[in-house]
Structure formats: C-alpha cells, structure tokens
C-alpha cells in the first residue's frame, strides 16, 4: 500500500452510509493494515446528515482527521458540498439524482447513478450504497481485495445475501480500472 488513505462516505440517515465505513475498516483490519474509524451524525435517525471517514494505513495512524481525502462518496448534495474541497488529488464518487457536479474542481468525480440502478435492477433504492461500495472497491483495488470487502459486507448486512452481492458486482462492473 505505502500510505495513508482516507476515505469519507457521507449521505443522509437511511442510506447505509455508517454500514459502509463499517465494512471498510473491517477488511482493513482483516487483511493486517492499520485502520480508524470516525462516524458523525445528526440527531435524527432518517433524513439526517451523515458520515463515516475511514483511514487505512500500512502504518499506525498518528490521527484519524481526514483533511486531505483520496475518496469521497457522496451521496447527497450537502455531503458533495460540504466536503469537495478536501479533495484535491483524489477522486469523487457522486449520486447525480442528489448532487450537482461543480466541474471546476481538480480532481476526478465520477458519476454513478447507484439509485436508478438500485431501482431499476434490484426494485429497491435500499440497495444503492451498496452500488456505491462495488464502485469504490473498484478503485480501491490494490488496497483492498474484493473477496474480504465481500466477505465483511455478507457479515456486516444479515440479510438478503443475492441481491446484495448483486448491486455490488452492478457498481464493480461501472467503475473505471
């Protein structure tokens, strides 16, 4: 790996957003790299804003602020809005239902319409941050194997096993190499 990663998921209540940083640290740490997790929400259960950040490092994490991120999935406006700027080198994962792309930033965004896909393959939007998780392991390749992600994201949602591993391989198989 050779450096520090940071990783922020950040939606509303209800969209799985915590699930997903949650399934990241937990293959961090299954395939022996150093890992924090950071999970920050508002009061509300549904509807509410939500994050999960997630550092991964072959080293011990001396903090586990993320000021410099190497992904950003967002999957709502406020998310995209409030978070872009600590994206400089790195890439953008963004849901273009929610989010209205500000095409003047320096690093790469990537358009991935996980609800639609979620809908329209699975008939349920629930399924849409896992679309999201299949993209991001994509590019994570390298860092993270697919076979752990999958493994922890079998252990991490108890239920509906096929069509989870589904809407995973729908946003691996979008995703750029």
């Known amino acids: 790996m050779g450096k ?8 509303f209540g209800g969209q799985g957003v915590v699930r997903l940083g949650q399934i990241l640290a937990q293959a961090s740490v299954n395939e022996n790299l150093f890992t924090t997790m950071l999970v920050s929400h508002g009061t509300e259960t549904r509807g509410g804003y939500v994050r999960a950040q ?3 490092s072959d080293e011990p994490v001396d903090s586990p602020v993320c000021e410099n991120l190497d992904f950003l999935v967002a999957m709502s406006k406020a998310a995209y809005n409030k978070f872009n700027p600590l994206v400089n080198h790195g890439a953008i ?7 209205e792309v500000d095409k003047s930033l320096p690093c790469r965004q990537f358009s991935l319409d996980a609800r639609e896909i979620a809908l329209k393959e699975l ?7 896992v679309i999201m998780l299949g993209y991001l392991t994509r590019l994570l390749d390298g860092t993270l194997s697919k076979e752990e992600i999958l493994k922890v994201m079998l252990q991490k949602i108890p239920k509906f096993h096929e ?3 589904k809407a995973f391989e729908l946003g691996y198989q979008r995703a750029i190499g």
């Open 54 to 56: 997630v550092v991964i």
């Open 163 to 165: 069509e989870n591993k």
């Open 4 to 11: 520090r990663m940071e990783v922020r998921i950040s939606g």
């Open 93 to 99: 994962i963004y849901e273009p239902y929610y989010v």
């Open 123 to 129: 008939g349920r939007e629930i399924y849409a941050n």
